[in-house]
């Protein structure tokens, strides 16, 4: 089984940082593309970043330039640092990943997300 785990959400002030990790484990063969996405209370869950195999990177218009996506296939995780955090940030996170994975007979490519991680920006 595949499992992604993600931590480092929490409580913080506008204008500060938080940095989301997002590990993954299991009997993982490769990677495809990376993503986060956020869902506030009465919104539609948003893409907010994806990062390619090759570690290229796209971000929603609204997180430009204050988030950064990351990848480290050595430790199979990825991250998340949000700078410059404003209270419209306020979202449960979650990671997304396709993984493909090694059954003992065959492998299979599939798609998995976090648990979600609560970030919250206010004073």
């Known amino acids: 089984q595949v499992q992604l785990v993600e931590s480092g959400g929490g409580l913080v002030q506008p204008g500060g940082s938080l940095r989301l990790s997002c590990a993954a484990s299991?009997?993982?063969?490769?990677?495809?593309?990376m993503g986060w996405y956020r869902q506030a209370p009465g919104k539609q869950r948003e893409l907010v970043a994806s990062i390619t195999t090759t570690g290229n990177t796209n971000y929603a218009d609204s997180v430009k330039g204050r988030f950064t996506a990351s990848r480290d296939n050595a430790k199979n995780t990825m991250y998340l640092e949000m700078n410059s955090l404003k209270p419209e940030d306020t979202a449960v996170y979650y990671c997304n990943a396709g993984i493909t994975r090694y059954t003992g007979s065959r492998y299979i490519t599939s798609d998995y997300w976090g648990q979600g991680t609560q970030v919250t920006v206010s004073s």
């Open positions: 299991g009997s993982i063969v490769s990677f495809r593309a």
